[in-house]
């Protein structure tokens, strides 16, 4: 028989991303999780109402919602309609989060979004993406939302994400103000030199809202985005990392994302499953 | 009729990966290179007295020989036939260098090396690095050699190269010596928020021993090594990197090294012209 999976293991949804959130829902419950993160697309698909009653009776925390964000671009139409993205999102993850069982965190996971097509100028891209952040922080509050940033690998810097290390994550949230968190998010940061410095900052600030954990497998995958595997099947030192995270004060759930085809090709509980039994192998023993 | 190349650019051999050394020399001189970037194969290829010779023949400076390092073994066989190795590469800078035109350079680019097969110590990886550089230190100073720490694109970290920002590098330039250098790369480095604050420290202290460009393009190529192009041909901002290049103090010579399939796949004396004229768009107005 399958051990339960430990209580701190929260299920993303991307894992499983074909599922719908009800399925989604019922595997991590039916697989013995207590904690799921949510994404917006499959909430999107039910309508946010809808998705509410669905986590309520799921019974299951909710960790984190992913994502929103994307807001590198020029001032104008683009960027208005990026900010009110962001505004629906931080609604969606207050309203997600009441609806999760005790423990939930609102939380909002923000990728700030790549250069504008053909746009070179990375610090001026960088720097709408705190701008964005700070205009969004009041309401963010209001809601009773923690906006997250999440440092991507620099392999994303270009196409996807311009954030590029938690330093950089760190010095944009402590711009704006003691309310912003960060997303630690292994895959994206295992490679770091000043993973553990920044981890310490992170921690002394309190600004660790969510831990995401995922190897990174080489050789990599054509699509580099889907070069992510269980842990255990790859490079990252998780248990470092994890104690890392632990001595800066961060006791919420853990999220296990990962990115890759034949993972979403394969049957969702036996996904479930094989993620509970890695977290146990390769990340649980560094939680004491 | 093409403009002859700007006199700080350099060639190197890597941009026409399938040219001999004899080949890629001609093809320089021809195009009105004064200055050629050296890879040990093509000169282990006709022995080293024989690359002498014909580096002497060419009239052209040489900017760098790529590339040693890939010292990250535990401690044992593997290791010392690696530091042996390195030992034969800062001989081969000394000769090359002596057999340059005047302005030539004697820097051994350096590559870490990734993980040891099944290892995920990276911070033992990067340590053992750092001893190595340390215990060849003496020895290239001897042969009047710069060894010149690479640090590689994140995405290399676990197969390729474990020093992975400028940062770092420096750190390790630093404990060991005066007289140990870094490659400034943009393809490598081009995505640090640090760079600037890093350039500005690399100056200060005389350690920038190679600048090399080229571009990041997307999509990325399966093979991610092989993602670089022309300069103006993805995100890199050169115009910036290379002012902060120049405001660090660094007025040698400029190689252009391009890992593209396309381009090895093409004529060499095309590739040549064609470099030439990129760098003369993308980074010659910025320096000055």
Request: glycine share 10%; aromatic share 6%; with cysteine.
């Amino acid at each position: 028989m399958t051990p339960r999976p430990h209580p701190r293991l929260s299920l993303n949804q991307a894992t499983i991303k074909h599922a719908s959130l009800a399925e989604a829902l019922d595997v991590a419950r039916g697989a013995g999780y207590r904690s799921f993160g949510a994404w917006r697309e499959p909430v999107a698909e039910v309508g946010l109402a809808r998705a509410a009653e669905l986590v309520r009776a799921s019974g299951l925390r909710i960790s984190s919602l992913c994502r929103a964000g994307f807001f590198t671009a020029q001032p104008g139409a683009a960027r208005e309609k990026a900010l009110d993205d962001n505004r629906r999102a931080i609604d969606e993850t207050a309203v997600l989060a009441a609806a999760g069982a005790p423990g939930s965190r609102a939380v909002l996971v923000l990728v700030a979004g790549g250069l504008p097509e053909g746009d070179r100028d990375l610090v001026g891209a960088r720097a709408r993406a705190a701008e964005a952040i700070a205009a969004l922080a009041a309401e963010a509050a209001a809601a009773g939302v923690t906006l997250a940033i999440e440092p991507m690998h620099p392999i994303f810097a270009a196409d996807r994400g311009v954030v590029s290390t938690l330093g950089q994550a760190l010095d944009i949230a402590e711009a704006v103000g003691p309310e912003i968190g960060v997303v630690v998010d292994t895959y994206h940061v295992w490679w770091d030199p000043e993973l553990p410095a920044q981890l310490a900052r992170a921690g002394a600030s309190g600004r660790i809202a969510s831990y995401q954990v995922c190897d990174w497998v080489t050789p990599l995958s054509a699509d580099t985005l889907l070069s992510r595997g269980y842990m255990g099947n790859g490079h990252v030192d998780f248990a470092r990392i994890t104690r890392l995270v632990a001595d800066a004060g961060y006791g919420g759930d853990i999220e296990v994302e990962v990115f890759r085809q034949e993972i979403w090709d394969a049957p969702y509980a036996d996904v479930a499953a094989r993620v509970a039994a890695a977290f146990d192998q390769a990340v649980a023993p560094a939680l004491g």
